[in-house]
């Protein structure tokens, strides 16, 4: 029931040993690419290069629900493009007495493969990150760990509410209770079950912003911190390649 | 040494009119238990947080007096370097968490943490408490998962191995099933047992009648009366404040049995079962 | 008298533990909105509800890191979206300060507002991820129409966008104006307060 809120698949492999940092490197030089060397062919390599470390992560199969949505989403881009892009000239094929022009459907072919190199760069850091751990390195490289904590009880206590929120639901669908009909009645079935929750939640602010007052949370100690990961030389290696990588494409830009 | 120090402490809430203490003065001395009583809106949690530093760094709002807890000044300290000297439970136990962490384990280290303890010391003071309060069982579960009872006691164990000296509780188990408040009455009592002074409010007045040394008769942000528990459960105009004495105080004081060397009615089980079987004894 | 300023920056510990709540409320609406099978995405009552109590910065914040904390569990192109969710943080936390949001019209015209705020912020994002579609069946059928019109891209993409936006956020700032009417005084004391201790006598 309780649970974080996380996508984190335990797996023993050499990807999820990286250090999240480097992570959240990778993801920042993989969107940064595509815009330095606008050319088609450097997304689809860094695609293939995001797919490959998928695979050694053995987490593939999970990447399709997280990007289920924008694929949905582009392919009524490609249909649409396809069909009404405003510099359609060429024809490129006719499905039934529906034409796609070879225009649109390359501008549709650009969008896709910008947001699906940012999806599965994304799904490399999700999908192979524990959030802890990730918050705590982010917060040893300066984050302020107030901030640090907002994040860390957004993802417990998001899951909280939810889970309440879902068992009144379910009662309330059990007892046959309208999720069906008018929606005016839809609406008034649900209000005073749901409101509780939200309001408790909040009114729950005050005591549990006066816990953590008297637990040190504004202490100008330095923080300690029980979890503490050991720096792996990899870490380093990882790092250096990250930004001669990103190096060596601001230089082809300037020579091309 | 004298641990708590209050002298005509006076404050009001931002943006309100009234005072919600009205100039309280009293002294504890270190290892007594105080039980706190007086009815709704008496002023015992704004009394309550007033020790620990929540009033007034937290709420701000207008304060005056002077309140010393282990020498310490609390106008002068914030909240977290008065954290080192005195703790807070307060009534929910799931608004305690700090829906951060994701074991018992490891929510009691977020005050050590933020302390800067150190890591073997911070190890250490987990295993003292997490024995202490009997949650070595579940040192590994979300604690979202416990039950309110093992909650609260969670919840008194992060604030314990933070090493306070005094521990104030504010209801600690009007919100929790009667097994679950046993359970946390146990843990206080053993708190008791280590030294710690406690400052404990309480509508079971049975449970202060058995534990507190002294107790703190409040009304209207005043402190009415402060004085051993036979003496303030003597007194007739009590029901005006909202408290009824204990039932062993009322059954023995419609029987007229009265401890013989102070002239006093006994306040709990124990003492009036005892004070009866010498009172049939004498008859016979 | 002693009271919170607009723009303040002081992030106390009340207004850091509200962001979390914020998000979560967020989360509700959304699922909410989803099981009753309403035409609306209703995942901005938090954010809203930040922004009224604890002013545009916190607001803002809340819904920066909603869309953070959506980007990493759901759709990573959430994130960029996190510049809406700032803008609707801030407008009605400017909207709300000094109590401008107390009664039911009020709220609607302050829904309005935020309805044509998140539009003008969404409509560039819109395009350069998706070509100006928002994903909403309605909308996009309308972007769809007018495209096939000769409508600019741009003004398609923005009433793709605040076709669903009107609805959406009037019935936000309702329901959020509803939540904070029936929220303790205590509570809303606790946010408005200022930020010094004064001396009695
Ligand atoms: N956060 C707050 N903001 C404004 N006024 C407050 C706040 N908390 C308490 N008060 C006021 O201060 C006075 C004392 O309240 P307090 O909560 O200290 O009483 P109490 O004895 O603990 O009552 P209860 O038995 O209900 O817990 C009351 O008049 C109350 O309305
Ligand atoms: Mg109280």
């Known amino acids: 029931m309780a649970k974080t809120l996380s996508l984190y698949v335990e797996r023993n492999t050499f990807i999820h040993r990286v250090d999240s940092i480097n992570k959240i490197l990778y993801v920042l030089v993989s969107v940064a690419i595509p815009l330095i060397l606008p050319y088609k062919?450097?997304?689809?390599?860094?695609?293939?290069?995001?797919?490959?470390?998928?695979?050694?992560?053995?987490?593939?199969?999970?990447?399709?629900?997280?990007i289920e949505f924008s694929v949905i989403i582009l392919l009524s881009i490609v249909i649409i493009q396809g069909l009404f892009h405003a510099g359609n000239k060429t024809v490129a094929f006719h499905i039934a007495r529906i034409t796609f022009y070879k225009e649109g459907?390359?501008?549709?072919?650009?969008?896709?493969?910008?947001?699906?190199?940012?999806?599965?760069?994304?799904?490399?850091?999700?999908?192979?990150?524990?959030?802890?751990?990730?918050?705590?390195?982010?917060?040893?490289?300066?984050?302020?760990?107030?901030?640090?904590?907002?994040?860390s009880s957004a993802l417990q206590i998001i899951p909280q509410m939810m889970s309440a929120v879902g068992s009144i639901m379910d009662a309330q669908r059990s007892r046959g209770l309208e999720t069906e009909g008018n929606l005016a009645v839809r609406i008034r079935?649900?209000?005073?079950?749901?409101?509780?929750?939200?309001?408790?939640?909040?009114?729950?602010?005050?005591?549990?912003?006066?816990a953590l007052e008297v637990r040190a949370f504004n202490s100008r100690e330095k923080k300690t911190f029980l979890n503490e990961r050991q720096n792996l030389r990899s870490d380093n290696v990882i790092r250096l390649i990250l930004f001669s990588i990103l190096s060596l494409s601001i230089v082809l830009r300037v020579l091309l | 040494m004298k641990k708590i120090i209050v002298e005509n402490l006076k404050y009001r809430y931002p943006l309100s009119e009234n005072l919600a203490l009205k100039g309280i003065s009293f002294e504890v001395e270190g290892g007594e238990f105080i039980g706190i009583i007086g009815r709704n809106l008496a002023g015992k949690s704004t009394l309550c947080q007033a020790l620990v530093g929540l009033v007034p760094h937290f709420y701000k709002g207008a304060y005056s007096g002077n309140v010393e807890i282990s020498g310490m000044n609390v106008l002068e300290n914030n909240i977290s370097e008065l954290s080192k000297k005195i703790g807070i439970v307060f009534q929910n136990p799931f608004t305690q968490i700090t829906a951060a962490k994701l074991t018992v384990y490891e929510e009691i280290a977020f005050g050590l943490e933020n302390m800067g303890i150190e890591i073997k010391e911070t190890i250490r003071r987990?295993?003292?408490?997490l024995h202490l309060l009997d949650l070595e069982k579940y040192k590994d579960r979300n604690p979202f998962e416990l039950s309110g009872g093992q909650m609260q006691r969670l919840a008194i164990a992060s604030i314990i191995a933070m090493k306070p000296e005094i521990i104030v509780l504010d209801e600690p188990t009007s919100q929790l099933d009667p097994q679950g408040s046993e359970e946390v009455f146990k843990a206080i009592q053993s708190l008791s047992r280590e030294g710690i002074t406690i400052m404990m409010v309480e509508q079971k007045i049975e449970k202060i009648a058995q534990y507190a040394d002294r107790v703190m008769l409040m009304s209207d942000g005043e402190v009415v009366d402060f004085d051993v528990p036979q003496k303030i459960f003597l007194r007739d105009d009590l029901l005006n404040y909202g408290v009824q004495a204990p039932v062993f105080t009322r059954v023995c004081r419609s029987l007229n049995i009265k401890n013989k060397n102070t002239g006093l009615y006994p306040v709990t089980l124990d003492e009036a079962y005892e004070l009866m079987v010498r009172h049939e004894q004498n008859r016979s | 008298m002693n009271k919170r300023r607009?723009?303040?920056?002081?992030?106390?510990?009340?207004?850091?533990?509200?962001?979390?709540?914020?998000?979560?409320?967020?989360?509700?609406?959304?699922?909410?909105?989803?099981?009753?099978?309403?035409?609306?995405?209703?995942?901005?009552?938090?954010?809203?509800?930040?922004?009224?109590?604890?002013?545009?910065?916190?607001?803002?914040?809340?819904?920066?890191?909603?869309?953070?904390?959506?980007?990493?569990?759901?759709?990573?192109?959430?994130?960029?979206?996190?510049?809406?969710s700032i803008a609707i943080g801030i407008t009605v936390g400017i909207i709300a300060y000094n109590g401008r949001i107390n009664t039911l019209w009020k709220s609607i015209i302050a829904g309005v507002v935020v309805a044509i705020v998140a539009a003008i912020v969404s409509t560039p994002l819109n395009v350069i991820f998706w070509g100006g579609q928002t994903g909403n069946v309605w909308g996009d059928a309308l972007y769809a129409y007018l495209i096939a019109h000769a409508v600019p891209v741009w003004i398609a993409s923005f009433l793709d966008e605040i076709v669903v936006d009107f609805p959406d956020k009037i019935a936000t700032m309702i329901i959020a104006f509803l939540i904070f009417k029936g929220l303790p005084r205590k509570l809303i004391l606790l946010y408005q307060s200022g930020e010094t201790i004064e001396k009695l006598d």
């Open chain 1, 41 to 66: 062919f450097v997304a689809v390599l860094l695609i293939l290069i995001s797919i490959s470390f998928l695979l050694l992560a053995k987490v593939m199969r999970r990447v399709i629900p997280l």
């Open chain 1, 105 to 151: 459907l390359s501008y549709a072919f650009t969008l896709s493969m910008r947001v699906i190199n940012i999806l599965l760069a994304f799904a490399i850091l999700v999908l192979t990150t524990k959030p802890s751990e990730l918050i705590e390195a982010l917060v040893k490289k300066g984050l302020s760990p107030r901030f640090g904590y907002v994040l």
């Open chain 1, 189 to 210: 079935a649900f209000f005073p079950l749901i409101g509780p929750v939200v309001m408790g939640s909040l009114i729950e602010t005050r005591e549990r912003a006066m």
């Open chain 2, 126 to 129: 987990i295993e003292y408490v």
């Open chain 3, 6 to 84: 607009l723009w303040s920056f002081s992030f106390t510990t009340a207004t850091l533990v509200l962001i979390p709540a914020a998000i979560g409320i967020n989360y509700i609406g959304k699922l909410f909105a989803g099981v009753l099978k309403l035409p609306l995405w209703l995942d901005s009552i938090g954010t809203a509800l930040a922004s009224m109590l604890s002013g545009p910065v916190v607001g803002a914040i809340s819904g920066a890191i909603n869309n953070i904390i959506y980007g990493l569990t759901m759709d990573p192109i959430s994130f960029v979206y996190a510049l809406t």
